[in-house]
């Protein structure tokens, strides 16, 4: 999971923001029953590997934004959104997807150049798998020590030269990826290749069906520069703006809910990044 602010803005000021942001992750876990198995917090991002047993993702992650958000501002004096859009979220559905997404989020310090050791660096979950220091009690870190045991490894092993044998060593980052869409066009075209079927099945609007060409087209649109859901209403025959949000609405909650659609997504987020193989299935 992960969210940065809008127009690359900060969103942790000092640590004062940061331990505000961590005490609201103990929070989920009591209300919402959120497990945290890794984090990350940089000055204009967050990544985080979560575990829902009661299935309200979307439920906590908005009740910890909001939160902050009001935190933030109340003390910065400032209004207005902080973050450029709701999360952006991939399903976990085998265990070495799971070791792979637990070296990456501790691993971001590295991969952003902030020069910290990562022995060092007090705003994510890595210390507390070392042993460093305590773990708080909203971090699960046992499910994931248990699986590295079972492999015959331990979590100094995340980070050695070569990947633990059966990870993936790499990751699509959506919301960076997509900044670079240059065209409505593209969009559609590697939806329909991955989809099948022609331009008229994005047209196309029956009450009670899913239209997955529609939807993923519409989710990816929202990323094109200068396209307005005002031009997509036009484009698409719709309604309005009102009904673009809306059908953009309900895609959102199937990438929650359905795998099919979901792999889908990430398969034609991979096609239009030119990552070097799809997301796991």
Known sequence: MFNRGARRQTVFHDDA???????????????HGVEVHAYC????HFHLVVHCPERNLSEAMHWLATVYVLRFNRRHGLDGPLFRSRFAAKHIDDDAYLLNAVSYVHRNPEHHGLGVPLDRYEWAGHRAYRGLVVPPRWLVTGFVQALLAKAGNDYESMFGAAPIPGTQPWVVDTEDVLESLSSIDDVESVVLAV?????????????GSHNDARALVLLLSA????????????????TGR?????????????????????????????????ADRPPAP
């Open 195 to 207: 989809v099948g079927g022609d331009a008229d099945q994005i047209l196309e609007s029956k009450r």
């Open 17 to 31: 923001d940061r331990r505000c942001f961590l005490g609201l992750l103990d929070q989920i876990h009591q209300r």
């Open 242 to 274: 009102s009904a673009i949000s809306s059908m953009r609405r309900r895609a959102c909650q199937r990438l929650e809910s359905d795998g099919g659609f979901r792999h889908r997504h990430d398969t034609i987020v991979a096609l239009l990044t030119d």
């Open 41 to 44: 917090l940089l000055d204009n």
């Open 223 to 238: 990323k094109v520069p200068g396209l307005s859901d005002g031009d997509l209403a036009e484009r698409y025959g719709t």
